[in-house]
């Protein structure tokens, strides 16, 4: 069981930048790895960034050069900062965790989701 809690969300004006945190826990995290979605009102959830199985970085082309996913050495907390903010980012931001040699940018791959956490844009 792996356990995921969000924060940072909120509003910010076009332009702007937000970061945020996602706190991992559970006795099977580390057979996971871990990436962003969102989903913004009346439309599907989408990928947005995600570790690989050897630590390189994916992105979606709607958000590369914008943001930047890390995470802390213990690898329980994953960050995702995002710069030069869009009225079209926003949405609701979950993160998630997927098991070994699952396609990182598949929604229905991921196990396990947080709550998710509100990023509104405003222009």
């Known amino acids: 069981q792996v356990q995921l809690v969000e924060s940072g969300g909120g509003l910010v004006q076009a332009g702007g930048s937000l970061r945020l945190s996602c706190a991992a826990s559970g006795r099977a995290f580390s057979n996971y790895k871990m990436g962003w979605f969102r989903q913004a009102p009346g439309k599907e959830r989408e990928f947005v960034a995600a570790f690989s199985w050897n630590d390189n970085t994916y992105y979606a082309d709607s958000v590369k050069g914008r943001f930047t996913i890390s995470r802390d050495n213990p690898k329980t907390t994953m960050y995702l900062q995002m710069n030069s903010l869009k009225p079209e980012d926003t949405a609701v931001y979950y993160c998630?965790?997927?098991?070994?040699?699952?396609?990182?940018?598949?929604?229905?791959?991921?196990?396990?989701w947080g709550q998710g956490t509100q990023v509104t844009v405003s222009s």
């Open positions: 998630a965790a997927r098991r070994a040699g699952a396609i990182h940018y598949i929604t229905n791959n991921y196990d396990y």
